[in-house]
C-alpha cells in the first residue's frame, strides 16, 4: 500500500512570492493534516481536512491556506512568504476524522530566500 | 505554552539495554498519545499509541507506559539496537473542538551505541 506523498520534495521561493505544496493521503483515508517543523523546533500543527472542509486550523496567519479536494488529496498555499516561512512542512493522513493514528509523507523543504 | 515536554534533548543508550524516553502533559483533556520515529529529512513514522483508558501498550521491542495522574508517558525501547538511532516525538491529542490537532514535544534524540 502506498503511503503518503508529497510535491515537490524541495521548494526555493523569494520573500513575498508564493508556494504551493501538494499531498496525496494513503488510499481509503479522508482525513488530511498539515504541520509545519521550523529549523530546531518541534512540529506545529497547521490545518485539518476532511471530506473537502476544513475542520480545524493551528496558530498561523491567514496567509497559509488549503484545501482538499474530491480525491481527497490536499494543497497548502503560502502566500506573502516570508523567510521565517522557510521550514519542512509535512502532511499526514489518517482513515476518519480525528480520532486516529496519522500517517506521515516525507514532507517539503521549502526555502525562502 | 508548552503542552507536550519532552525535557531529555537527547540519550545515549548502549546496544542490548534498555532505551526509556519520557514525556509530560499539561492539558488534562488529552486523551489519546502516540510515539513517532524520525529521521533527518523523513517524514515521522508512526510507533505505537495509547489510549487514556489504559495505562500500558505493547508492540514487539516498544511499550508505552501512561500514569495519568502525573500526567507522564515513557516509551521503553527493549532491546535497544542501532537502528532505533532515530529522533523520537510524543504526541497527544483531545476530543472535540481540538479533535484531528496532534500536539508535538520538542523531540529526544536517541542514540545506541553498538
Known amino acids: 500500500e502506498a503511503g503518503v506523498t508529497q510535491s515537490p520534495t524541495h521548494l526555493i521561493k523569494t520573500r513575498g512570492q508564493q508556494a504551493t505544496l501538494r499531498c496525496s493521503p494513503i488510499?481509503?483515508?479522508?482525513?488530511v493534516y498539515w504541520y509545519q517543523q521550523a529549523l530546531g523546533l518541534g512540529l506545529q500543527f497547521l490545518l485539518w481536512y476532511d471530506e473537502g472542509e476544513e475542520r480545524n486550523r493551528g496558530n498561523f496567519p491567514p496567509r497559509f491556506s488549503g484545501r482538499q479536494f474530491p480525491n481527497y488529496s490536499s494543497e497548502l498555499n503560502v502566500n506573502a512568504l516570508e523567510l521565517e516561512d522557510s521550514a519542512l512542512y509535512l502532511c499526514?493522513?489518517?482513515?476518519?476524522?480525528?480520532?486516529?493514528?496519522?500517517?506521515f509523507g516525507p514532507g517539503t523543504r521549502l526555502t525562502v530566500l | 505554552d508548552q503542552q507536550v515536554k519532552q525535557n531529555s534533548p537527547s540519550l545515549s543508550v548502549q546496544e542490548g539495554r534498555i532505551s526509556i524516553l519520557n514525556c509530560d502533559y499539561t492539558?488534562?483533556?488529552?486523551?489519546?498519545f502516540l510515539w513517532y520515529k524520525k529521521y533527518p529529512a523523513e517524514g515521522p513514522t508512526f510507533l505505537i499509541s495509547i489510549s487514556s483508558i489504559k495505562d500500558k501498550n505493547e508492540d514487539g521491542r516498544f511499550t508505552v507506559f501512561l500514569n495519568k495522574s502525573a500526567k507522564h508517558l515513557s516509551l521503553h525501547i527493549v532491546p535497544s539496537q542501532p537502528g532505533d538511532s532515530a529522533v523520537y516525538f510524543c504526541?497527544?491529542?483531545?476530543?472535540?473542538?481540538?479533535?484531528?490537532?496532534?500536539?508535538f514535544g520538542q523531540g529526544t534524540e536517541l542514540s545506541v551505541k553498538p
Open positions: 488510499s481509503g483515508h479522508t482525513s
Open positions: 504526541a497527544a491529542s483531545a476530543q472535540g473542538n481540538q479533535g484531528g490537532k496532534l500536539i
Open positions: 492539558n488534562s483533556m488529552f486523551d489519546y
Open positions: 499526514a493522513s489518517s482513515p476518519r476524522v480525528g480520532r486516529d493514528t496519522q500517517y
